[in-house]
C-alpha cells in the first residue's frame, strides 16, 4: 500500500524557518526521485523541489537559496528545510515521486504570517 505522510508544517512568521518531513511507504524508495510540491488556495499545484535517488537537487527559482531538500534512504523518508519563509510561501505541502504520479497525501499546512 503506498501511503505517503507529511508532517512538520505550522505557523510561522517571516523569516522564520520549517523543517518538513515526509514518510514515503513506496517501493524502491532509493532509487526514486521524489519531490516537495505545493498549493495555495485558488492556485495549481506545482513542484518546488526534487532530489533524485543518488542526492541530486532541483529547486523552483521562488524557493532557491531558501529552501533545501534532503532524504534518508534508511528511513524512507525525505525533508524540506524552509528559511527564511515569505508570506507567498504559504500553502499545502506534499511529497510525492518526481512525476507526482502517485496518490496524494493529506499534506502539511504552511502559515506565513507578516
Known amino acids: 500500500q503506498v501511503q505517503l505522510v507529511e508532517s512538520g508544517g505550522g505557523l510561522v512568521q517571516a523569516g522564520g524557518s520549517l523543517r518538513l518531513s515526509c514518510a514515503a511507504s513506496i517501493r524502491f524508495f532509493s532509487i526514486k526521485t521524489m519531490a516537495w510540491y505545493r498549493q495555495a488556495p485558488g492556485k495549481e499545484r506545482e513542484s518546488v523541489a526534487t532530489?533524485?535517488?543518488?542526492?541530486?537537487?532541483n529547486y523552483a527559482d521562488s524557493v532557491k537559496g531558501r529552501f533545501t531538500i534532503s532524504r534518508d534512504n534508511a528511513k524512507n523518508t525525505v525533508y524540506l528545510q524552509m528559511d527564511s519563509l515569505k508570506p507567498e510561501d504559504t500553502a499545502v505541502y506534499y511529497c510525492?515521486?518526481?512525476?507526482?504520479?502517485?496518490?496524494w497525501g493529506q499534506g502539511t499546512q504552511v502559515t506565513v504570517s507578516s
Open positions: 532530489i533524485t535517488g543518488s542526492g541530486t537537487t
Open positions: 510525492n515521486v518526481g512525476s507526482g504520479s502517485l496518490n
